[in-house]
């Protein structure tokens, strides 16, 4: 047996179905034999791609996201992948090739397409490890699973040298079955943890809930819901964890309505926090963004023990899988029949409806705006129209991300992705064909920006290639839109204000030409359409998505109105960090 032969029954005893990577001889020993052992091979084209798609996959599918990179260059590539991926916490395996231990241990010097792999993807990483000779590679490869599955998800690098990988067995290894090397149950609360978490928040004036990424690997959307319904809690989120509920319940207090949700986190004298580290995005769970410690009791849930306590004080601290936690926490409030306190809590709840409503009502009045030149907001209310509450939305871009999180609604539990913890331009497009191999029979379609598309735009030829039929849609203002808006603030805050934009020769270098992403994408295959009015958008969005097939829509938005995006004050605030007042 080869030693990528190896691999691969091992991938398959593992449940996975489909690996991202570009070929290369020097994993040959692998890619020959996935086929046969019922694996896909899906090659992008380029090996940061690889690292997105494995990704998105993986948070939606809730399997194990596997990808490739080969010695050298590949694994240089792969490398921005890892970052973010980790940085998201998506349960992603990287294995790479490396060059014949006969040359790498140490490295002489010289020596081609090497550097030191593991070294540098060590501090990235959840674990990185490095097979040292052929006896050993099964030992390793369940490392690298036991890795994976756990605590917090996020990036498991195994590096696999060419003559291990391409190498033979003289004996047939035993491949084992993944409960016989690592925990495959999910990790139950004790039933003292419950019943006290229980007591605190029925004792509670206003409990909240705060759901993290936590829940979507958990898969506890039900579970979220019937906590949250039974005690008339209302649900704050990490920009992570947004597509946890559906935004338009009444318990359900959308990231993008900040306004609200700082109402909530202050008024709260009890926070359950479920899969969430309160990291900056949300304000590290401190005032006055967060009521003071002092005055809120933190009920802390979480699979990694080391994440509990780290930026919030905690009162409970249970580590548990969120979807266990919280389906024993519903049963055991169920079993207490008529729950003390809950008509008080629903006349909290009907305040934080009626302040939701209000917001929301105000802007809409950002939409009263004429159709000519198109303005941003109204892309992302357009396409939801067009393609669905079941459909599968990437957002990415700077300002774009902006737009399109202040407009979209999450309708359904599981079908928002972005990088809301890394912020990386162009990973929306790889994530894009991740989400549409996970989900199959679900419309995906992305939207971003026209810098960002750059990045990565070439593999609108893989989603062709694959017969992966998802939809582009490009906004395009030819700038590095948020960048400009804060160096304009920055140089000329007086005459930003009046003018609303500074030209070329005031600004450094935020000016882009156009680039033509429709007739890009019809050159490599895809369906491409412009539009530049929206009384054309909703047709354009329908015919790209008829037309079964990836498809590119180009969308000329108001360059000025794009640079404004919506709470830009509250970003940059972000960077600020609040006080940490007892």
């Not at 024993?328 to 169920?334: P, S, V």
């Not at 033509?516 to 359409?529: I, P, S």
């Amino acid at each position: 047996m080869l030693g990528g032969e190896l691999i691969a029954r091992m991938l398959r005893a593992e449940g996975v179905d489909v690996v991202f990577g570009i070929i290369d001889s020097s994993y040959m020993g692998l890619c020959t034999k996935l086929r046969e052992n019922g694996i896909r091979l899906i090659t992008p084209r380029h090996e940061a791609s690889a690292l997105h798609m494995a990704g998105a996959y993986a948070r939606l599918t809730g399997k194990l996201g596997v990808c490739l990179a080969s010695n050298g260059p590949g694994a240089a590539n792969a490398i921005s992948g890892v970052a973010v991926e980790e940085g998201e916490g998506n349960r992603v395996l990287l294995i790479t090739s490396w060059r014949r231990t006969g040359v790498i241990n140490p490295d002489r010097g010289g020596t081609f397409q090497y550097f030191d792999q593991p070294a540098v993807t060590a501090p990235m990483t959840k674990w990185t490890g490095a097979v040292g000779s052929l006896g050993r590679l099964p030992e390793m490869m369940r490392r690298a699973f036991r890795a994976s599955f756990q605590g917090r998800p996020g990036v498991v690098h195994v590096t696999v040298p060419e003559d291990i990988m391409n190498g033979n067995f003289e004996a047939t290894p035993d491949v084992l079955a993944p409960v016989e090397y690592r925990r495959t149950r999910p990790i139950e609360p004790s039933r003292g943890d419950v019943k006290e978490a229980a007591e605190m928040l029925l004792a509670a004036e206003q409990p909240m809930i705060q759901a993290g990424s936590g829940v979507l690997h958990a898969g506890a959307f039900a579970e979220l819901r019937a906590v949250a319904d039974a005690l008339n809690a209302p649900v704050t989120t990490s920009w992570g964890g947004r597509a946890v509920i559906d935004e338009r319940a009444d318990v359900a207090i959308p990231m993008n309505l900040a306004a609200v949700v700082d109402k909530v986190r202050n008024e709260a004298d009890v926070v359950l926090a479920l899969g969430t580290r309160f990291g900056e995005t949300d304000w590290w769970g401190k005032p006055p963004y967060w009521r003071k410690p002092a005055e809120q009791k933190l009920i802390q849930v979480d699979i990694d023990e080391s994440q509990i306590g780290v930026n919030k004080p905690v009162t409970l601290g249970v580590v548990a899988d969120a979807r266990a936690f919280l389906a024993a926490l519903a049963a055991e409030l169920k079993e207490r029949g008529a729950l003390p306190g809950k008509e008080r809590r629903r006349r909290s709840l009907d305040r934080y409806v009626a302040a939701k409503e209000e917001m929301r009502t105000a802007a809409s009045s950002i939409l009263q705006t004429p159709a000519d030149p198109l303005h941003s907001a109204k892309v992302p209310i357009a396409a939801q129209g067009i393609f669905g509450d079941d459909a599968v939305i990437v957002i990415d871009g700077g300002n774009t991300t902006v737009w399109a999180n202040s407009f979209h609604e999450v309708r359904r539990p599981g079908s928002y992705l972005g990088t809301s913890k890394f912020g990386m331009l162009g990973a929306g497009v790889g994530q894009t064909l991740g989400a549409k191999v996970a989900c199959p029979d679900r419309p995906v379609y992305c939207i971003i920006g026209d810098g960002a598309m750059g990045f990565h735009c070439q593999e609108i030829e893989t989603a062709v290639r694959n017969k992966l039929a998802v939809v582009f849609i490009v906004l395009v203002d030819k700038q590095w839109g948020m960048c400009k808006f804060f160096q304009s603030m920055a140089l000329n805050p007086k005459d930003m204000k009046e003018r609303r934009s500074l030209s070329a020769a005031e600004t450094i270098n935020t000016d882009l030409s156009e680039t033509r992403f429709d007739l890009l994408g019809a050159a490599m295959g895809a369906y491409g359409e412009r539009v530049s009015r929206i009384d054309d958008l909703a047709g354009a969005l329908q015919r790209a998505r008829s037309s079964g097939i990836c498809a590119v829509v180009h969308v000329d938005v108001d360059p000025v109105v794009h640079l404004w995006a919506p709470s830009l004050d509250s970003f940059s605030a972000m960077h600020r960090e609040p006080s940490g007042g007892k």
